[in-house]
C-alpha cells in the first residue's frame, strides 16, 4: 500500500467507520460508492477502506471499546459495502480469461470478510472466481475442485485453531492436483505454519496475494501425509491432548480450585467463562504442538494477556492456569516445555505491566 | 467420545418383544435399533415394546425408526420418559400418536 | 593346471595363450611384449614391440598413460573392462573382459527402470484430478515430456467439432474445438474408434495436416498414434509427434507408449464418469440449495447453511423463500429438517419446497397448508417425515406482522429490542408421517430492530463447550439472541454461527440451518431511494 493510497483513501475509511459505528448500512454503501465516484479504485476501495474499517473493527473490539455483538454488526455492515461496491459498474469483474481461482474458508472458519474481499479483488484483476464462502468442508472443496479444475485455491484462516483443518485442507487440494495459496492470520505474521503445512504459496494480504498469481501461477506440491510435514506428530503428543480436552479442562478448573479458593465462590456465569477460557487455551496448545511451535502458543498467551488488561481483569489468573495445566501434561515434554516458555513469558508481562 | 447406546431385546413371551435402550440414541446409535426392530419383525411377534426408562438422549434418527415400528407393530413405549426424550415427542406432535406408560410392567400387562 | 602364485615370475605365455580373454602385456616404456590370441582378435593393430597407444583405443591408451588401474569403453561394436596388473619385474599387464551383453542387460534395466518410474509419476498426476480437461493437459504434457518432443491429445470426435489439446516438451498445454476430420491422418479415426493403430514407420510425417501440429514446432520426422481405451468407446486418441533427425519411434517405444496410453484412458474416462455423476447430482441439488436471502418488501432476510461435514453438500436441513405474490403481501419463508441425508432427503425436501410454493397461494391459513402438505407427503411405503417452521411476513409502516407456525418443529426466538428473548408460541405436529396433522399458529409484531430466528435441531443440539460433551441448547442460543437486539439480520446468523461453531470445536454435527427475520432499525423512504443501494431491493 503506497502513502499515497493511504492518505487518498483516508477520509473515506473514516467516513465509513463512522456509518459502521452507527449501524447505519444506507450512510456505509454510500461511503464506498461515493468513494468510488471520486476516483478511487475499486481495489483501493476494498482494501484500503473496506478492510482497513474491519481491521479497526477488530482492534476496537481487543480495546473493549466494540462489545462481540457490535463486532458482528459491524462485519455485516461491511459485507453490504462490498455487495453494493461489486454491484456498481465501475466494479464489473473481467472475461476472467487469466484463469480461475477457488477462493474458500477453512472449515470451521466463520470470518468471511477478508476472503471476500480476496475474491473481489480477483474478479477485478482478471481472473474467474469461485468463492466458496465460510466453514467450507475439505471433502465439499474437493469435489468442487474436481468439477471446475481451476488453476488455484486462495485459503483463508483467522483462527491459528483451525491450523490441523487447514493442513487436511491442503493435502487435499494438493492430492487433487491444485496448488494451494495460503492467507489469513492463522498462518502467521510471516506466513511460517503455512509453510509448515506445505502450502505452496503464502501471501501477507490481499494485495500480496493478487501480485503473486499475476506474476506467476505456484505448482501444486506432491500428495502428502500430514506426518510427512510433520514429523514429529508421531510423537501423538497432539493426538492425545486433543483427545482428552475435556478431561483436561475439568481437571485444570479443579486444580485452580485448589490453589486458589476464591474460584469455588464463582457464579454459574463465571465458572462457564473461566472453562471456556481454559477451553482456549487448550485448543491453542494442541496446535502449537501440531506445527511444533511454541511461539504459536505463547503469541496466543500474549494476545490474550492484552485482551484481559483492556477488559480490567488481572492477567494473573492466566499464569495460575499455565501452572495448572502444566501439572496435568508431566508426561507429554513437548508439551511442558511450551506451557514453561508460555507461563515464564506472561510471568514477565504481569509483573512489569507495559501500557 | 461418547459411549454408544446399548440396545438390548428379550422376549416376555411369544407376543412381545421387548427392546431396551440404555444411553443416548443419535444417528451413530440409531443402527443397532434398526437391527433389533427388524429382528423384532422377522420373529412376527404382534406387540413390540420400546423400553426407554434408561434412554437419555434421542434425536430425529430414532423417531424414525419409531414411527416406521409403528407401521408395523403395535407398538408401546414404556417410561418413565426422559426429559430430552419427552421433549422430542412432544415438539415433534407424536405423544398423542404413541402409547407410552409410565413403566415396562404396564406395558407388558395391558 | 594349478599354479603356485609366486610373486615375480612371470606366466609362461602358454598360460596366457589359453586365456579366452584377452591379455596384453607391456614392458616398462609401454611397448607390448605379448599378447594372446583373444587380444589379436579384438585388437589386430597390435605389434609387438609397438607402442600399446597404436594398437588399441585411445580410453585404453589414456588410461594407461594417466597409471589408473582399471578403465572400459568400446571397441568397434562391443565393450570392454580393462583391468591392469603389474607383473615383475616391471611393465603392466592389461586383462579384458567383454562387457556387451552386461552393458547391454544394464541399459535395458535402466530404461526399464526409467519406464517404470515415468509409469507411477504418470499415474500419480493422472489419478490426481477428476477433471477431464485437466486430465487431457496432464497426458499430453506427459506424453511431450517423456516420449516424443510433442504430444496431441484428441477427445472423442463429435459429429463435427474435435477437442485438440497440444503439448511440446517442456510448455503448457493448448485447447482447441477444431472442425477437422481425423480422416486426415492415416489410422487416426481407427485409433478413435478403439481399433489398433498403424505402426508408426507406415505413416508419412510429411503428409500430417497442420492442425495436428503445435504452432512453431517444424516440419515433423515421424509420428505414432495410439487410442486412449477406455470403458467402451475409447475418450480419444493420442498422436506423438518427433522433430526431423530425432529418429522413427522403435517397436518398443511404440508399445511403451500404448501402456503409457492405456493409464491415460483409463483416468480419462474416470473423470468423465465422474463429471457426468456430479453433473446429474448437481442438477438436483442446485434447485434444493437454500436461496441466498436478501431484503425483500422492507424485511430484512439472512439465512446461514452449514451442512453435516460427513456427507453431501446437501443434507436434511433446508430453507426457502416465496416471495409475496401480490404488492403489499405476505411474505412466505420456511425453515425445516427432513429425517435422512443425502438425495433421498433431498428428493423429499424438493418435493416439500416445491408443493409448498404452488399451496400457499391458495391457502393462507398455516394449518390447513400443513395438512394439505401432510396428505402430500404420506406414502404407504415410507415413514420419512419433516419438520418445519412456516412464517408468514408482512410490512405495515416500520412493522413486521408475522405469522408463525410449527409444524414439530422447535419454535422460533423472538429477541424485543430491550433484549428480552421470548419463544413463539406456536407447536404441531411433524408432516409426513402421521394420518392427521395439528398445529397452532402464533401471530406478534417485530419492531424496528426485533429479530425472529428460526433454527434447526443441529443448531441446539451442537456438541461441545469446554467440557466437549454438553449440547449448546436453546438456553444458550437464547442468550446469545438477547445480545443481538437492534442487530441487522446477517448479524445476528453471523453472531449464531460464531457461538456455534465455537462451540464445536473441530467436533462432528449435523446439518445446521438459521434463518432470521428482522425488522429494519432504519426503515428507509421508500423505492426512490435512488443511488447507494446496489442489489437490494426497496
Given at each position: 500500500m503506497t502513502d499515497t493510497s493511504v492518505s487518498r483513501s483516508a477520509p473515506w475509511s473514516d467516513r465509513l467507520w463512522s456509518s459502521v459505528l452507527d449501524g447505519d448500512e444506507r450512510a456505509a454503501v454510500d461511503s464506498v460508492l461515493d468513494a468510488l465516484d471520486a476516483g478511487l479504485e475499486p481495489q483501493s476501495v476494498l482494501l484500503d477502506v473496506i478492510a482497513a474499517t474491519q481491521r479497526r473493527v477488530g482492534e476496537e473490539w481487543a480495546a473493549d471499546r466494540l462489545t462481540v455483538a457490535q463486532e458482528h454488526a459491524a462485519t455485516a455492515i461491511n459485507e453490504r459495502a462490498v455487495a453494493a461496491l461489486s454491484a456498481h459498474p465501475a466494479c464489473r469483474p473481467g472475461p476472467g480469461s487469466r484463469g480461475r481461482i477457488t477462493v474458500a474458508c477453512v472449515d470451521g472458519e466463520w470470518h468471511a470478510l477478508p476472503a471476500r474481499l480476496l475474491a473481489e479483488v480477483l474478479r477485478l484483476d482478471g481472473w474467474r472466481v469461485d468463492f466458496l464462502g465460510a466453514q467450507v468442508p475439505s471433502a465439499h472443496l474437493v469435489t468442487h475442485l474436481h468439477r471446475t479444475g481451476p488453476d488455484a485455491v486462495a485459503l483463508s484462516g483467522s483462527l491459528p485453531t483451525r491450523l490441523p483443518t487447514a493442513h487436511a485442507a491442503v493435502i487435499a487440494c494438493q492430492s487433487a492436483s491444485v496448488p494451494v495459496l495460503a492467507g489469513g492470520a492463522a498462518f502467521g505474521t510471516d506466513g511460517r505454519y503455512a509453510k509448515r503445512l506445505r502450502a505452496d504459496a503464502w501471501a501477507p494480504d490481499a494485495r500480496a496475494a493478487v501480485n503473486l498469481l499475476a506474476a506467476a501461477l505456484p505448482k501444486p506440491g506432491p500428495a502428502h501425509q500430514a506426518v510427512d510435514a510433520l514429523p514429529h506428530l508421531s510423537d501423538h503428543e497432539y493426538t492425545m491432548i486433543a483427545s482428552a480436552r475435556s478431561k483436561l479442562v475439568q481437571d485444570t478448573m479443579a486444580g485452580m480450585a485448589d490453589r486458589f479458593p476464591p474460584m469455588r465462590e464463582y457464579t454459574e456465569l463465571q465458572r462457564r467463562h473461566t472453562a471456556e477460557d481454559i477451553a482456549h487455551i487448550v485448543d491453542h496448545l494442541a496446535c502449537a504442538l501440531y506445527v511444533d511451535d511454541d511461539r504459536l502458543f505463547t503469541d496466543f498467551l500474549a494476545w490474550t494477556a492484552g485482551i484481559l488488561t483492556s477488559r480490567r481483569v488481572p492477567a494473573h489468573s492466566l499464569v495460575l492456569a499455565l501452572e495448572t495445566i502444566g501439572l496435568q501434561l508431566h508426561d507429554f515434554p513437548r508439551a511442558c516445555g511450551f506451557v514453561r516458555t508460555a507461563r515464564e513469558s506472561v510471568a514477565r508481562t504481569v509483573s512489569s505491566p507495559s501500557s | 467420545m461418547r459411549p454408544d447406546a446399548t440396545v438390548v431385546t428379550h422376549t416376555a413371551a411369544d407376543t412381545h418383544a421387548v427392546i431396551a435402550i440404555a444411553g443416548e440414541v443419535d444417528c451413530d446409535a440409531a443402527p443397532a435399533v434398526e437391527t433389533a426392530v427388524a429382528e423384532a419383525h422377522r420373529s412376527g411377534v404382534r406387540r413390540l415394546v420400546l423400553d426407554l426408562a434408561r434412554t437419555t438422549f434421542a434425536d430425529s434418527s430414532f423417531l424414525h425408526i419409531v414411527l416406521t415400528a409403528r407401521q408395523h407393530h403395535e407398538l408401546l413405549v414404556a417410561g418413565p420418559l426422559h426429559p430430552a426424550v419427552q421433549r422430542l415427542f412432544d415438539v415433534t406432535g407424536t405423544t398423542p400418536h404413541l402409547r407410552i406408560t409410565d413403566g415396562l410392567d404396564e406395558a407388558l400387562g395391558g | 593346471m594349478k599354479t603356485r602364485k609366486v610373486p615375480g615370475r612371470p606366466l609362461p605365455d602358454v598360460t596366457l595363450e589359453a586365456s579366452p580373454h584377452p591379455v596384453v602385456v607391456l614392458d616398462e616404456a609401454g611397448r607390448v611384449r605379448s599378447s594372446n590370441t583373444a587380444a589379436t582378435l579384438v585388437f589386430p593393430a597390435l605389434e609387438t614391440g609397438a607402442p600399446l597407444a597404436d594398437g588399441v583405443p585411445a580410453w585404453l591408451a589414456e588410461a594407461h598413460a594417466r597409471g589408473e588401474g582399471t578403465a572400459h569403453g568400446a571397441v568397434g561394436d562391443r565393450t570392454f573392462r580393462a583391468s591392469r596388473s603389474a607383473p615383475a619385474p616391471g611393465g603392466a599387464a592389461w586383462w579384458f573382459t567383454d562387457t556387451t551383453e552386461q552393458s547391454a542387460a544394464e541399459e535395458a534395466l535402466r530404461r526399464e527402470r526409467g519406464r517404470t518410474a515415468f509409469l507411477v509419476e504418470a499415474s500419480n498426476q493422472l489419478l490426481s484430478s477428476l477433471n477431464a480437461r485437466r486430465c487431457m493437459d496432464t497426458t499430453a504434457q506427459l506424453a511431450a515430456g517423456h516420449l516424443a518432443d510433442a504430444a496431441v491429445v484428441l477427445g472423442p470426435s463429435g459429429r463435427r467439432r474435435i477437442h485438440v489439446t497440444r503439448a511440446v516438451r517442456g510448455g503448457p498445454a493448448t485447447r482447441e474445438l477444431l472442425a477437422v476430420d481425423p480422416a486426415e491422418v492415416p489410422g487416426l479415426a481407427d485409433a478413435l474408434a478403439g481399433f489398433p493403430a498403424v505402426?508408426?514407420?507406415?505413416?508419412?510425417?510429411?503428409?500430417?495436416?497442420?492442425?495436428?501440429v503445435p504452432d512453431g514446432f517444424g516440419p515433423v520426422g515421424s509420428l505414432m498414434i495410439t487410442s486412449l481405451p477406455g470403458n467402451g468407446a475409447p475418450p480419444g486418441a493420442l498422436v506423438l509427434l518427433r522433430r526431423e533427425g530425432a529418429g522413427p519411434f522403435s517397436e518398443g517405444e511404440e508399445g511403451f507408449a500404448r501402456v503409457f496410453a492405456a493409464r491415460a484412458g483409463a483416468a480419462i474416462c474416470a473423470a468423465q464418469l465422474y463429471a457426468e455423476q456430479s453433473a446429474v447430482a448437481d442438477l438436483l441439488t442446485e434447485d434444493l440449495l437454500p436461496p441466498v436471502l436478501e431484503r425483500i418488501d422492507g424485511i430484512e432476510l439472512a439465512g446461514g447453511y452449514r451442512p453435516s461435514r460427513d456427507d453431501h453438500r446437501i443434507g436434511g436441513d433446508f430453507y426457502d423463500l416465496y416471495p409475496a405474490g401480490v404488492p403489499g403481501g405476505e411474505t412466505m419463508v420456511v425453515l425445516g429438517d427432513v429425517c435422512g441425508k443425502g438425495l433421498e432427503a433431498a428428493v423429499l425436501t424438493g418435493r416439500i419446497r416445491t408443493t409448498l410454493q404452488a399451496l400457499r397461494l391458495v391457502e393462507p391459513d398455516h394449518e390447513r397448508l400443513l395438512e394439505l402438505l401432510n396428505g402430500a407427503l404420506l406414502s404407504s411405503r415410507h415413514t420419512r417425515y419433516a419438520t418445519l417452521v412456516l412464517a408468514s411476513v408482512r410490512r405495515t409502516g416500520e412493522v413486521l406482522r408475522l405469522r408463525l407456525t410449527s409444524g414439530g418443529h422447535p419454535a422460533p426466538l423472538i429477541v424485543r429490542a430491550d433484549g428480552g428473548v421470548e419463544t413463539a408460541d406456536t407447536s404441531g405436529s411433524l408432516i409426513g408421517a402421521l394420518p392427521e396433522v395439528q398445529a397452532t399458529t402464533y401471530s406478534t409484531e417485530l419492531r424496528p430492530g426485533e429479530t425472529c430466528l428460526l433454527f434447526s435441531d443441529g443448531i441446539t443440539e451442537a456438541r461441545g463447550g469446554p467440557f466437549g460433551r454438553d449440547m449448546f441448547g436453546e438456553e444458550r442460543l437464547s442468550e446469545a439472541l438477547s445480545h443481538c437486539a437492534g442487530m441487522p439480520a446477517e448479524a445476528v446468523v453471523e453472531h449464531v454461527r460464531m457461538l456455534a461453531s465455537d462451540w464445536l470445536g473441530t467436533g462432528r454435527h449435523d446439518d445446521m440451518a438459521l434463518l432470521a427475520i428482522t425488522a429494519p432499525r432504519r426503515p428507509r423512504p421508500g423505492p426512490a431511494g435512488g443511488q447507494g443501494h446496489g442489489r437490494s431491493t426497496a
Open positions: - | - | 505402426p508408426s514407420r507406415w505413416i508419412d510425417a510429411s503428409t500430417v495436416p497442420g492442425w495436428l
